[in-house]
């Protein structure tokens, strides 16, 4: 029952802005390079559904492997962080600075480090993505609860075999949660690096019809990527739990 009502409360939550933006266009017609409809957008799609959907194919592999990458690369961050401190000390400055960093202002150089191809886009995706994943794991890691330490410290139990049985664990839940903040971000990071230079892709399709003055495209292609990122919050939350299954075990177990 719960899945229904989820699945009910999303079409609602979809049909109530497109009803609206159908009526502005009722009311205030507005040009079609303005504003287009709903309709429209779909028309635009309709005709030409393969080209939308190699150049969505593009950005969905820039999305996952951003996503993995980034999400990897974030988790081993913040282990090294939680075992070494002093090396947490001199990288967690540097983490600070490189992600006050507007995106618009490494995409470019990365487009000239790594050329217009994937690369660029995968690299940008994965910065995006590692400092959600970086900041809650390891903070997720240095909230260990001080008396369970505290207990483990009267046992034979090294520092490794603490991070690795008891803090790493318990950090758990805060890497899932990392994920799923994480997950919106990846497509933002992909399409980012398509605006600033691509040959294909759901950003390239942006900008190209936007300098054409075709808004519907445009629209059809920001659909195509609002349900690409609904996809995979969906998976990240679908997948998350493997990360926890004693939590599972718990709801399972009759009380």
């Not at 957008?41 to 939308?52: C, E």
């Not at 691509?198 to 399709?205: M, P, Q």
Request: charged share 10%; net charge positive.
């Amino acid at each position: 029952m719960t899945g229904v009502h989820s699945g009910t409360g999303f079409l609602v939550a979809l049909a109530v802005p497109l009803i609206a933006w159908q009526l502005a266009i009722f009311v205030f017609r507005p040009a079609p390079y303005i504003l287009p409809s709903p309709v429209e957008v779909l028309a635009a799609f309709a005709r030409q559904p393969g080209f939308f959907g190699w150049n969505g194919l593009v950005t969905v592999s820039e999305i996952a492997l951003g996503f993995l990458c980034g999400a990897s690369f974030g988790a081993l961050v913040a282990l090294a962080m939680a075992a070494l401190p002093r090396f947490e000390r001199l990288a967690w400055p540097l983490l600070l600075v490189v992600q006050s960093f507007p995106v618009f202002v490494v995409a470019p150089l990365l487009v000239v480090w790594f050329g217009f191809g994937m690369a660029s886009k995968v690299i940008m995706a994965s910065i995006i993505i590692f400092f959600p994943i970086a900041s809650t794991f390891a903070d997720g890691l240095r909230r260990t609860d001080p008396d369970i330490l505290d207990a483990v410290a009267l046992t034979s139990a090294t520092r490794w075999q603490t991070l690795r049985y008891i803090r790493l664990p318990l950090a758990m839940p805060a890497l899932a949660s990392g994920l799923r903040i994480a997950a919106p971000l990846a497509p933002l990071g992909a399409v980012v690096g398509e605006w600033v230079g691509a040959s294909a892709g759901l950003g390239f399709v942006m900008v190209q019809a936007n300098a054409r003055m075709q808004t519907d495209r445009v629209f059809a292609a920001m659909a195509l990527l609002a349900a690409l990122s609904l996809i995979l919050r969906w998976a990240v939350d679908r997948l998350a739990p493997l990360l926890t299954p004693w939590e599972a075990q718990d709801k399972d177990t009759p009380s």
